[in-house]
């Protein structure tokens, strides 16, 4: 739920009319580190930079999750396994998605080295996080 909860509070932030910067960057902190938020929020940045339209989000209440979701979070997982497999599931999205897959790479490296299981980061960090898988497909 992690990458799911960031991109969500990205776009509620950003439909309010706020920067999610700083408040989503605070909060990934928190749970994975510095250099991960840090590549989170530079991954939406650029994702929101060559879009096509802006990003699509499933209302939490209403269960399920968008299209642009799904694309972004697998795109993401497959950033290390499968760079032009994630390409091609951005290409309806973004103009140039090779900028957004090369920081979707960095960032699922830094997710895992913080214990963060892929594709999608959806469960926990594994406890003492003792040595990451990097491709789980």
């Known amino acids: 739920m992690l990458l799911i909860a960031g ?5 509620q932030l950003r439909s309010a009319g706020e920067a ?3 408040v989503i960057g605070r909060a990934m902190s928190r ?9 989170f929020v530079a ?6 930079a060559a879009g096509r339209r802006p990003i699509q989000v499933q209302c ?16 993401c997982g497959l950033a290390t396994s499968a760079f032009d497999v994630g390409l091609e599931l951005l290409e309806p999205m973004l103009i140039d998605g090779e ?3 090369v920081l979707a790479r960095s ?9 963060w299981r892929l594709p ?6 594994a406890v003492g996080h003792p040595s990451p898988q990097r491709t789980l497909h």
Do not use: F, Y
Request: aromatic share 4%; charged share 20%; hydrophobic share 45%.
């Open 7 to 11: 991109l969500r509070g990205w776009v």
């Open 20 to 22: 999610p910067h700083g």
């Open 31 to 39: 749970k994975t580190s510095a250099r991960a938020a840090a590549l």
């Open 43 to 48: 991954w939406l940045e650029t994702v929101e």
């Open 60 to 75: 939490p209440n209403c269960g399920g999750i968008s299209n642009d979701e799904q694309r972004l979070i697998v795109a």
């Open 99 to 101: 900028s957004a897959m």
């Open 107 to 115: 960032l699922n490296l830094a997710l895992a080295d913080c214990g």
């Open 120 to 125: 999608a980061r959806l469960g926990r960090p």
